[in-house]
């Protein structure tokens, strides 16, 4: 019975292990499939915008280009929001998840991040006649202010949490968001500095507030599997490489405004 029990205890971990569930070989599989499956909003400029005729634009559709191009694939862009992004991209649906996606402690409890590709920060953008109302959480965390948010991603967590005073709007994406800010229907939309940096070009009645001193410190990366180490040191790498031969600067100056 004693020599039974010991080699039951000694089989356990063996059994343990054959049953845990193995790291998928994304590298592997993009590879031989040829195609690079990228998890995207598609509503965040300039990181990935989907048009009118269903294609994606924007520095983040450029990188997955390049990192697809180093795998002898195709980047192939599946549809998301971020309310769904997390749930979507751990179903197995797609290989990265890509699109101005900010780094949190909530979504790397699900999946791992690459490096860091560009330090952002939340940022109001207001009417600009409206910009020295605005200057900080204070002025904004005020129950006279209509603050606009998206559903599902760190800029209704950011508003939801620090302006717990203000009037918050829920916008069904972020694409019309700037609308209703230039048209009146809501006061300020906190976002990262490079789309409201972005956002002003493209109306000129909006400003971002004191982008180059965002109210919060955010981070940008791209969502990789859990547990695929050699998937993730090889985008890590793909980055690195990138930044260093001066791809990424060239494709960051054609999108983000500086």
Not at 100 to 107: C, D, H, P, T
Not at 144 to 173: C, M, Q, W, Y
């Amino acid at each position: 019975m004693k020599h039974l029990l010991a080699a039951t205890l000694l089989a356990a971990p063996a059994l343990a292990l054959a049953q845990s569930p193995v790291p998928a070989d994304t590298l592997s599989h993009v590879m031989e499939s040829h195609t690079l499956r990228v998890c995207s909003p598609g509503d965040y400029k300039p990181f990935s915008f989907q048009k009118t005729d269903g294609n994606f634009e924007g520095l983040d559709v450029d990188l997955m280009a390049s990192l697809a191009s180093a795998l002898g694939a195709k980047t192939q862009f599946v549809k998301t929001t971020w309310a769904k992004l997390m749930d979507d991209f751990t179903s197995g649906n797609c290989d990265i998840g890509a699109g101005g996606i900010s780094v949190s402690l909530e979504r790397q409890k699900r999946a791992y991040f690459s490096i860091p590709y560009m330090i952002n920060g939340k940022t109001p953008i207001t009417l600009c006649t409206n910009v020295k109302k605005f200057q900080t959480i204070a002025d904004i965390n005020k129950p006279d202010v209509r603050v606009i948010v998206n559903p599902g991603g760190s800029n209704e967590k950011f508003a939801k949490t620090n302006l717990t005073k203000a009037h918050i709007i829920t916008h069904e994406n972020n694409i019309g968001i700037f609308k209703e800010v230039a048209e009146g229907r809501a006061d300020v939309f906190v976002t990262e500095a490079a789309e409201a940096k972005v956002q002003s070009k493209l109306n000129p009645t909006l400003c971002p507030v004191n982008p180059d001193k965002p109210l919060q410190y955010a981070e940008m990366g791209y969502l990789l599997p859990s547990g695929d180490m050699r998937f993730k040191l090889f985008v890590d790498q793909w980055l690195h490489l990138a930044k260093a031969s001066g791809e990424y600067a060239k494709l960051a100056d054609k999108w983000v405004p500086q």
